[in-house]
């Protein structure tokens, strides 16, 4: 089974149009993960999941680990039958969350050892284990250990978490044994491109069968981020999927498939929807705000989701003034709904030829969020 | 057209089959109704609501007339549209809430003086603006404005608030104008057979369309309420709708159908499900009890509900450990289906003639709560 096959590449950019096949399931790239970080995305149902079309979910191992523990999973069929989810599942290696814990956790080569946020009960995360773990889970894509430091200019810091994460990298391959399985190696390295190509090019001689991008979106100004994800995309196998962490605001998906990468995830799009933010093409709504009071058109009007298509804007509104449950879910099927069609068009106009037309005219019309709200979601929010 | 129809009675007890015509639909008795207070069923959207045969929604006048206001669902088209349910809608008269408010209400013959429980602002509530309310919400079944006082033994505050209510009754009648509602009489008397049956022949001397009975449920001993629901069923006409307002855990539904009640509505089994107890055939089962960490049957195997169908009991226990959001929803459409279907078996025993065996079976195998979890809900809690 190929695990990956580039369908159309842009002439203009480095954007790639792709199809990436998982024993349960294929997924047409350029693809947005939505997070189901404890086994479930916030709010949402499985069924809520396939009408929007999301194709691949995202599972966190620090999470999972801790609760309700892998031993509950594996005995209950693996995380797909656990949560019900029959499509593709990407888990992470458990390493960004604990790198989060802050005082929480110290590491050192063999491993890191991390405090429980839930109980205190101390645990000594290793390459091998994260492996052990998401072996257990059984997802179909799954990560190798990394250490990913905050954004810093200390070129010492971010070589010593490179290079810690190329001898981690090397251990996991070495632990991993299932074959349904895909594991991707982490290219870390900061805004430093010597570092990203030394990372790079560690890596790739290892083989391994996709790659993710580790350490951006953690602080570094947007620009820098664009600059560093283009040069690594170019440091890496033509025809190997290209996974960006951690980043899904439209502005930033649309320039880092520009940039020529494949997968992305973030909290951004449903943590946001919890709060009355709502994506539409121009930028993003704010619900509560008291102009939506009585507006009897959709948030959205340009949008086909259940919750678009079924109730006025002043109803969210309402929903979100009283704190009612259902407020939630139905913002996260919009602006997931919003991520997944923008990702549906993009990969449309690569394979048509107009990608650049496209991403010319999507980044005139849409204001990013001011920056203080935009604040790169800190490390450990990730929680 | 007819508003009721009775279709089949018990010949061994006081229950009926029959069907309640509506400007929106026909709804098949005996009907309960879930509880959209505020112009929502707690963490359940409309399709959740068709999916599992919910035929009829009952809006809580006091919540909507503070937040949004009557002014701007009135604007949106009126509460049907409002929150896209297509169905049949119930609203009751906000009396029940403002009664509840303890201190922050003063009444006299002329209505009710509140304060909103959202920002302190004061508002009157009388018979007229009540019926004023309702009409512009546009609910197909409406409500008078009564009082309903706790539990007491003390005769003249019972006998009081029913003569207020009966003047209250009269002054909705002469103030209701929109010919496609019907409105509905209220019978109190407390737990005085006397008093009710003062209140159900002047209600019935009115001439209502259908007749509720308030007053039940707020305290007194369940026997006692069996007793008074059997009592005041016979006091009304035979081919009119009898609501009995705010009962439903699975045993007082079955006994109160058998007393001859056609229609119920009540926050329990959405607000239980929410602090995770499920019902079963045989009882409530806690969600949170440890013995479901690793079950793979669902919680209620007989149950087909998609929350039954689709996951384990072990993931619903994870979720409501995690306090994902899925879980309330999971667990209201389960509570939820529970009491339809137990509805729709109730029907169909009484259509085939097998009602008295199914009461008698249904009671032999559930076990109620214990008292001090099922505490009547107090009228507060309604908020």
């Known amino acids: ?210 790659y993710a991008i580790g350490g951006l979106s953690v602080g570094e100004p947007k620009d820098l981020m664009y600059l560093v994800a283009r040069e690594t995309a170019g440091l890496l196998p033509l025809d190997k999927p290209r996974y960006l962490m951690g980043v899904a605001s439209p502005e930033d998906l649309v320039e880092c498939i520009s940039c020529g990468m494949d997968m992305f995830d973030c909290a951004l799009p449903t943590r946001i929807a919890r709060n009355g933010a709502l994506f539409t093409r121009h930028g993003r709504a704010n619900i509560h705000n008291s102009r939506f009071k009585t507006q009897d058109r959709s948030v959205d009007p340009d949008c086909d989701c259940y919750t678009c298509r079924t109730f006025s804007a002043a109803y969210l509104h309402h929903l979100f003034k009283c704190e009612e449950l259902l407020a939630y879910r139905l913002a996260t099927i919009h602006n997931l709904t919003f991520i997944l069609r923008l990702m549906e068009e993009m990969r449309r106009a690569i394979i048509e030829g107009s990608f650049l037309k496209f991403k010319e005219s999507f980044l005139a019309n849409y204001k990013p969020a001011a920056s203080h709200h935009f604040t790169v979601l800190s490390p450990s929010a990730k929680l």
């Open 1 to 210: 089974m190929e695990l990956f096959r580039i369908e159309k590449t842009c002439p203009d950019t480095g954007a790639r149009a792709g199809l990436l096949t998982t024993p349960h399931g294929s997924i047409s790239t350029p693809v947005f993960m939505p997070l189901a970080t404890q086994g479930s995305v916030k709010a949402l149902a499985p069924d809520d999941l396939s009408a929007i079309r999301a194709r691949i979910l995202l599972g966190n191992t620090y999470h999972l680990y801790l609760r309700p523990g892998i031993e509950v999973i594996k005995r209950l069929g693996g995380l797909h039958r656990f949560m019900a989810w029959e499509g593709p599942l990407l888990t992470d290696s458990g390493g960004f969350q604990v790198f989060s814990l802050g005082p929480l956790r110290r590491v050192n080569d063999e491993g890191v050892l991390f405090r429980s946020h839930i109980d205190g009960s101390e645990h000594f995360l290793t390459p091998e284990l994260a492996i052990e773990i998401q072996e257990g889970l059984g997802a179909d894509i799954i990560m190798v250990l990394d250490e990913c430091p905050p954004y810093s200019e200390n070129a010492r810091l971010i070589s010593e978490a490179m290079h810690r994460t190329h001898v981690w990298a090397e251990r996991c391959l070495g632990r991993h044994h299932r074959r349904d399985q895909a594991l991707f190696g982490i290219v870390q390295g900061g805004t430093s491109i010597p570092l990203r190509k030394e990372s790079a090019e560690y890596l790739v001689s290892l083989d391994f069968p996709g």
